[in-house]
């Protein structure tokens, strides 16, 4: 795959990675960063994650061949429909949000027709660091990226975007928008609210008694609360799904424990053991 | 410190690396392994971890300095009154369970008087993985060891463990044995039960869909479920309290997101990002 011009509509750690990967790997001939911030998208440029820059999104993809939206989930709808109206009608727009339903909602009737294509995506990289300053251009080697189209999605424009972020190294998954919010609010966005709670609920006095486990546990409480305050809104339901099949499992924890049943306990820890064990 | 004799009760993965770590610092010039299965305990010497074995604690003990149980934590009791009957007056007793106000509970009125002395201990080291073969000389290095003395303990005794952990690289607190159980409720036993249950609910057709971060908030559910079972019965008191607080926190956040509240939810956010930020 070469593209002459990719635009990455929000140069943060994400949007960041995608810059220095497709141009440490010659995907792109030009990179073209589209941010608020002057300076920050400067820093950028002068570090090699993107070759120029704008302020505007239409001015940013106007001569685009691929863009990839990378701002937040409660953005990321706006950004690609300005994005989709600015590019030229060959052009293919995917973001990197971690919620899809949202944006299917969002766009729904609000696509121009004869356009630019828009096809969701999730790369599955990330981490609880922020801005370009931390991108890397192998975030996405051998990670999964979710390719999210619906029944109304272009399927070349499908293509293309499976083609670009295989270019990247990363492993395609392709899913129904509204199956990967329900699969995400388990795997993703639960143990998020899970290690913030453990992490909030800790007296701050006790936390020299700490060792691996609870660093590992709570890494990810250090995450952005902006950030992630708009995932969980994006993808409410799914989440409050996920969160009360938690609470239900941690309330058969607590009957265990009252009971003072140790086969139950065993058992109930036997099986987070067998789920864990699968992942390796 | 020069210990002539070192006795480990249980060579498992904590009192293999008690073994390793006392012999590559040259703090023990024999190191006596005690356990139940002949054929670890040989494996063990043969890897260097111990010098030489029996399966009776009394015989075990006989001639032993020191003293380090490291069995499971419903065993220790029992198996720090046999080490107590069976070593010398001279030899101080410790162990390395990861609940102290059992041992002081069921030890109550029960050590004989002129004997040997008894001091808790709990190194804040350990992993998911099980077994000698997992043993590191380096473990305990820049660890925490909590030493849990009672108003009767000898003091003497308790800086002979104090300097015993010190001298296999680990930093010392002293802590009440029961406010030791409180906090490590919070931040041990409480990130353990957690992470079991995320992964306990999580449908395992959607682990391809995770990332690092799931990784790292359920990594220590791959944890012995018998071991562990047994910690959540020794401190339930505290884990039941550390739990109740802990589903009053995730109800918070039901209620924040419930009622699409953006400020509440970014500040529960970043109320756990503040603790866990402390930890660096």
């Known amino acids: 795959m070469q593209i002459d011009q990719l635009t990455i509509v929000g140069v943060g750690l994400i949007g960041g990675s995608v810059g220095l990967a497709a141009k440490s790997r010659g995907l792109a001939k030009r990179v073209v960063g589209v941010g608020r911030d002057e300076r920050t998208l400067s820093r950028a440029a002068a570090g090699g994650v993107i070759d120029s820059f704008t302020t505007t999104i239409a001015e940013g993809v106007a001569a685009?061949?691929?863009?990839?939206?990378?701002?937040?989930?409660?953005?990321v709808a706006a950004d690609v429909l300005t994005a989709v109206?600015?590019?030229?009608?060959?052009?293919?727009?995917?973001?990197?949000?971690?919620?899809?339903?949202?944006?299917?909602?969002?766009?729904?009737?609000?696509m121009p027709a004869g356009g630019a294509h828009f096809v969701g995506s999730h790369p599955l990289a990330g981490s609880e660091k922020k801005g370009a300053a931390f991108a890397k251009a192998d975030l996405f080697q051998d990670r999964v990226v979710v390719v999210t189209p619906t029944a109304d999605t272009d399927p070349e424009a499908v293509s293309v975007v499976d083609l670009?972020?295989?270019s990247l190294g990363a492993r395609v998954v392709r899913m129904d928008p509204f199956e990967h919010d329900s699969a995400l609010a388990f795997t993703s966005h639960?143990?998020?609210?899970?290690?913030?709670?453990?992490a909030g609920v800790t007296p701050p006095g006790w936390l020299?008694?700490?060792a691996g486990g609870f660093r590992d546990t709570t890494r990810i409480a250090a995450g952005d609360p902006d950030l992630w305050a708009a995932i969980f809104e994006a993808n409410r339901d799914a989440t409050l799904a996920a969160l009360d099949a938690f609470t239900g499992r941690m309330a058969e924890f607590r009957a265990a424990l009252v009971q003072g049943d140790r086969d139950k306990l065993v058992k109930w820890l036997a099986d987070g053991k067998r789920v864990r064990d699968t992942l390796g």
């Open 64 to 75: 685009a061949d691929v863009v990839v939206v990378c701002t937040p989930v409660d953005r």
């Open 85 to 110: 109206r600015g590019a030229p009608p060959r052009a293919v727009v995917t973001d990197a949000g971690s919620t899809k339903g949202n944006v299917v909602r969002e766009l729904a009737g609000q």
């Open 164 to 166: 670009f972020w295989l």
């Open 190 to 198: 639960l143990p998020h609210a899970a290690a913030s709670g453990l």
């Open 208 to 210: 020299n008694l700490t």
